[in-house]
């Protein structure tokens, strides 16, 4: 059963229109992250959670946003879209040492 | 900061040859050690995670190892197959700031 499901697969968006991915876990897992990865590149870390705390990256871009309502789901915004923001985005949990991904959802922007 | 290093980048070998990967971390301090396997615009597909505790991991025809003194790991493949083709990425959950940074692959091409 899958533990890190993240919806939906793939997504398309038009340049400019808001979008927001998401991510849910069954693990309980107190961190929770996203991963952008472009193509032939590793993934980069966005941000993180350590349960509610927030912790962005220096280089990651205003128009990427996380929210955590609780400890099972996470939520990528991307508040406009650009043609450079295409790329798979994966979100992983991890907790005493054990880290689950996703199996990603691929964002393609027209 | 934690940086994560694999050689070589891509790698070409016949079908049948043993073949080893290599990864290196630059902070020891770290719970896990994990390699995966992705394939072109597919998600990772977890292969071998080693606890900071433990030297290694079996699973089939794959072996990986840690040595964090020296902040390396190894992922050895045995009888490598055409199937094996993919890139294999490792990535360590660091123990000071719960981050998991990753290396930029190897490539793995496997010929018939």
């Known amino acids: 059963d899958a533990m890190v499901i993240q919806n939906p697969r793939y997504q398309v968006t038009q340049f400019g229109k808001p979008v927001t991915l998401s991510c849910s876990q069954t693990l309980n897992h107190n961190v929770m992250y996203w991963y952008q990865q472009k193509s032939s590149q590793a993934p980069k870390l966005l941000f993180h959670y350590y349960d509610k705390d927030f912790n962005n990256e220096a280089d990651t871009p205003d128009n990427f946003q996380s929210r955590r309502p609780n400890t099972s789901f996470c939520f990528l915004d991307i508040r406009s879209p650009g043609l450079g923001d295409a790329a798979m985005y994966l979100c992983?949990?991890?907790?005493?040492?054990?880290?689950?991904f996703g199996q990603g959802t691929r964002l393609t922007v027209v | 900061k934690q940086e994560v290093t694999q050689i070589p980048a891509a790698l070409s070998v016949p079908e049948g040859e043993n073949l080893v990967l290599n990864c290196s971390f630059t902070?020891?301090?770290?719970?896990?050690l994990q390699w995966f396997r992705q394939d072109p615009g597919k998600g990772l597909t977890s292969l071998l995670l080693i606890q900071s505790s433990q030297r290694e991991q079996t699973s089939g025809r794959l072996n990986a190892s840690l040595d964090k003194s020296s902040g390396r790991s190894t992922l050895y493949i045995a009888a490598s197959q055409p199937g094996d083709s993919a890139t294999y990425l490792c990535a360590a959950l660091g123990m000071r700031d719960d981050k998991i940074i990753f290396g930029k692959g190897t490539r793995l091409h496997i010929l018939p």
């Open positions: 992983a949990t991890s907790s005493d040492g054990f880290a689950f």
């Open positions: 902070d020891s301090a770290i719970y896990n």
